[in-house]
């Protein structure tokens, strides 16, 4: 059985997509099969694996409103292990419709969750909003992923965004974990980042990731090549933290197995 990551923010610009892909292609490279569901009508990991929107047939808009079926929109990429549901800017119609639906909140999840039968890991590159896609997305996984920079305003969507996620444990998902949260364009030698580290661990403590992600050349150019870093620069700090990322993960759930059994 499959785990269904969430990649979550609802601040823009913070590395979400650059951390699916990232992470994908890692787990890819292990071994593992891995689909990304881009759910995020700007569809950057779309863009970043080298799908060209106009040729595709099918999109997560298409399955998510059943007029076709998760496999029927699943496209192939070029990169070990990694399959993708790519999106188009019509996925932002679909929070409208959502609303007008029977179980509304979990539209997602009814169609998604059977793929986890097929695939190790399944990860959701939410929007940069709390809206009904990003309540579908929190109500079909497993844990989530929340990416932040080092900056003072990150705090105040952090909180906003753990009121979300207990909200929906509360009313839809409660087996819903914080996988970890995640620093990405990390600058060791501005001051503000170890301002900002020091105060989320202070709330958070355990739920940070020790892992970190740089501010990389490597990370920024690799999306307009339509590739993840590691098949851009696998030698890059960028790569190298992702690397270091799939492995904290992998431990954390083994430990996490462990505490179960």
Do not use: H, W
């Amino acid at each position: 059985m499959g785990k269904i990551i969430a990649v979550s923010n609802q601040k823009g610009g913070v590395g979400k997509s650059t951390t699916v892909v990232n992470l994908a292609a890692v787990l890819g490279s292990r071994g593992k099969k891995v689909l990304i569901v881009d759910f995020d009508p700007q569809g950057n990991s779309t863009t970043s694996l080298g799908v060209r929107k106009k040729s595709v047939r099918n999109t997560i808009y298409e399955v998510i409103m059943r007029e076709c079926t998760a496999y029927e929109a699943v496209v192939a990429t070029e990169f070990t292990g990694v399959s993708m549901i790519p999106t188009t800017q019509r996925l932002s119609g679909a929070s409208v419709s959502l609303l007008s639906m029977k179980d509304k909140a979990v539209q997602l999840r009814e169609v998604i969750s059977p793929a986890k039968d097929f695939y190790d890991y399944i990860l959701i590159d939410c929007p940069p909003t709390l809206d009904m896609l990003t309540i579908n997305a929190l109500s079909a996984a497993d844990s989530v992923i929340v990416p932040i920079q080092c900056e003072f305003l990150s705090l105040e969507g952090l909180a906003e965004l753990n009121n979300t996620i207990k909200r929906v444990q509360r009313s839809f998902n409660e087996k819903l974990y914080l996988e970890g949260i995640l620093f990405t364009m990390y600058v060791e030698r501005y001051k503000v980042t170890g301002q900002i580290v020091k105060e989320v661990k202070k709330y958070f403590g355990g739920s940070v990731f020790e892992t970190v992600i740089p501010r990389n050349i490597a990370l920024s150019e690799a999306p307009s090549f339509g590739k993840p870093a590691l098949y851009y620069d696998k030698k890059s700090k960028g790569s190298k933290a992702y690397e270091a990322l799939a492995k904290e993960i992998l431990k954390n759930e083994k430990k996490r197995e462990k505490e179960m059994t």
